[in-house]
């Protein structure tokens, strides 16, 4: 028998991903954080994700790179599937040319005093030396973790099959850059910056997402990609060779900071810019009052028509009821209709310059918004309407404060009435007379 089924899984979220302060390194070597408590989780949730596989496709062999965020994303998945872990070099982080410090990864002896129930005994599969290749302790080119990887698959599947011939399903758990130079490998791709399709798709590397290729009668096959469909949170910190520093370095989340504090700035810079809002404005008139100067089959009274230059005025979008003004709009009583010779009443003359109070409402659907060259610019999803019962009179500054009071609100009989008005209308309305005294 021979292996049929390679998982490979980056460790989970790291505990230096998350703002200062860090918690020490458990085994004191340079660049070996633990796992945040979040990437503990996460850990867990890839361990249950396997655990509910079919049998057939669950891991029955586990491998992980020796340094310990790797081992402790590896424990849960040991514990729920009953299975030993062995450290492997191969499978070891990458680290580019030139860093000041290299960092080695523990052995057996010091990684075994935090996980004395996860690795196997070293006698099993010596770290160093059952594979035995090992990254350059100078640091690896992009072209460097490439050729480690070809040499890994050509020396690890050979061992591996003649000490486990029964063994057909493994998981390797690595580091985004070795798990994306294992896969470019399987592929027979070119290097690791290839695409892996002609759809120009690329290696996914979240914390602990996982591939998963099938052996073929003339190679492998992905049928997953950085899949995190079971992790609560999805895809986080990915990572490819793309990127200008090594994957979860500490320029690395500096740049992912600076590029998350732009984006959102650019968020919100185009919420400020591109607010799209429709409102429904009341038809006012009776058809019957115009009969006399129209006979027009749909009565002028229903059409409202706003004059480009028309103004139009709101209040604090954020509340429940905001108030609307439609101004510069008045038209003479008829203006000539081009299109059948009759005068058509504008309806907005009965409206402009008065103060409506509107709820918002959802739209059914969503209204698109194009510019004058058909590009699409916005969209609008829920809409203001206009509360017909409810009016807005601006209080002559002519009467006392008792005699004012009473003539902001009028009830669906056209009556004024002053319970019941909100502290928000009121002080609308005194910024509207102020506004008015001062112009």
């Known amino acids: 028998m021979a292996v049929k089924q390679i998982y490979i899984a980056r460790h989970g979220y790291r505990a230096n991903w998350l703002p200062l302060p860090h918690p020490p390194n458990p085994t004191g070597i340079d660049s070996d954080p633990p796992l945040a408590p979040h990437g503990v989780e996460q850990a867990r949730q890839l361990a249950a994700y396997l655990t509910s596989l079919p049998s057939t496709d669950r891991p029955q062999f586990v491998v992980s790179s020796p340094f310990y965020r790797c081992v402790e994303t590896a424990e849960p998945i040991s514990e729920m599937l009953s299975l030993k872990v062995v450290l492997e070099r191969g499978v070891g982080e990458w680290y580019r040319k030139g860093r000041k410090v290299i960092p080695q990864p523990a052995d057996y002896d010091r990684l075994t005093r935090f996980f004395p129930k996860v690795l ?3 006698s099993e599969w010596p770290r160093d030396t059952t594979v035995g290749v090992i990254p350059d302790p100078t640091g690896e080119s992009n072209e460097d973790i490439f050729v480690r990887a070809n040499e890994f698959w050509k020396r690890f599947l050979p061992v591996f099959e003649e000490k486990y011939p029964d063994i057909e399903t493994i998981m390797i758990i690595t580091h985004a850059a070795t798990k994306i130079a294992l896969g470019a490998s399987l592929l027979r791709l070119s290097g690791v910056l290839d695409y892996i399709d002609d759809d120009n798709n690329t290696f996914r590397a979240g914390a602990c997402s996982l591939d998963k290729y099938v ?34 370095s500490d320029e690395d989340i500096k740049a992912r900071a600076e590029e998350a504090k732009r984006k959102k700035e650019l968020q919100e810079k185009k919420r400020e810019s591109d607010f799209y809002v429709t409102v429904d404005i009341p038809m006012i008139g009776k058809a019957q009052n115009f009969e006399d100067s129209n006979n027009l089959e749909t009565p002028t009274s229903k059409v409202n028509i706003i ?62 918004i194009f510019d004058d060259y058909g590009e699409l610019i916005g969209k609008v999803t829920e809409h203001l309407t206009v509360n017909e019962n409810v009016k807005i009179v601006l209080k002559d500054s002519s009467k006392t404060k008792e005699d004012s009071d009473e003539e902001e609100e009028v009830d669906a009989n056209g009556d004024l009435k002053t319970a019941g008005q909100s502290a928000f209308l009121k002080h609308a309305i005194k910024l509207a007379k102020k506004k008015e005294a001062h112009s």
Request: aromatic fraction near 8%; glycine fraction near 10%.
């Open 307 to 368: 004059k480009p230059a028309a103004q139009f005025q709101i209040t604090e979008l954020n509340n429940d009821n905001p108030l609307i003004k439609l101004s510069n709009n008045s038209t003479a009583p008829g203006v000539q209709d081009t299109n059948n010779g009759n005068d058509a009443i504008n309806s907005i003359n009965v409206i402009d310059g008065k103060i409506y109070e509107t709820s918002w409402k959802k739209l059914v659907g969503t209204d698109l």
């Open 120 to 122: 196997v005994d070293e």
């Open 215 to 248: 052996r073929t009668s003339d190679g492998w096959d992905m049928k997953m990609n950085g899949n995190t469909e079971f992790l609560a949170g999805g895809e986080e910190m990915h990572w490819d060779f793309r990127s200008t520093y090594e994957a979860g």
